[in-house]
């Protein structure tokens, strides 16, 4: 997706808005006015509000589907490949809060794209649940729930930019400190 100047610049207002009041509370007329346009002007550059909220939840998709794959190529041990991937898919969130937070929150008022980005997201949450479930094989942990695991895993990802700052704190400390608290809480143990 390459957006000219004008569309990135209507894309920031859009997220600041949705994140600040929601995608519905959100209006054309309250985009044009924090442009300092008039709303029919909008649409020389926009087909409609839905068009950047397809922006938004699928442009982070793909950032979440490059750093996975990253993951996948990366020649190391499972613990370090769970390591990274919480670093990764962290790193994703932390550097994006307001984008994450409308990916996570926002994505079910999508209209015309809906059940492609449903599908998106399935597709991810199975190629996590697969490395997941590889990755406790390899280390002889047990998994009662690779599905639970992975929406536990991602859901706590997904919303450390409540927690997190990232300019308070480094992606590293932050990754180690999730990845205790998550196999400590789903294993019981070191």
């Known amino acids: 997706m390459q957006l000219n100047k004008k569309q990135t610049e209507i894309l920031e207002v859009a997220i600041n808005l949705f994140k600040e009041r929601g995608y519905l509370a959100t209006s054309m007329r309250d ?15 926009i087909q409609s509000k839905d068009e950047l909220l397809q922006w938004i939840c699928f442009s982070i998709a793909q950032k979440f589907f490059e750093g996975l794959k990253e993951v996948q190529a990366a020649e190391v041990t499972a613990n370090q490949r769970l390591n990274l ?3 990764k898919h962290l790193c994703i969130v932390l550097e994006n809060p307001n984008v994450t937070h409308i990916y996570s929150n926002e994505w079910k008022h999508l209209e ?8 998106l997201r399935k597709k991810y949450e199975h190629k996590v649940e697969k490395m997941l479930f ?3 094989h390899t280390e002889n942990w047990e998994l009662k729930s690779p599905a639970f695991t992975t929406k536990f895993i991602l859901h706590t990802l997904n919303h450390s930019y409540l927690w997190f700052k990232k300019n ?4 590293p400390e932050i990754a180690d400190e999730i990845r205790d608290k998550v ?3 789903l294993l019981g143990r070191y």
């Open 134 to 136: 590889e990755i406790y």
């Open 31 to 45: 985009l044009a006015a924090h442009l300092h346009i008039k709303a029919p002007s909008l649409y020389a550059h």
């Open 168 to 171: 308070r704190h480094s992606t």
């Open 183 to 185: 196999l400590y809480g």
């Open 85 to 87: 991937f919480i670093e």
């Open 112 to 119: 015309n794209r809906l059940t492609e980005f449903l599908k």
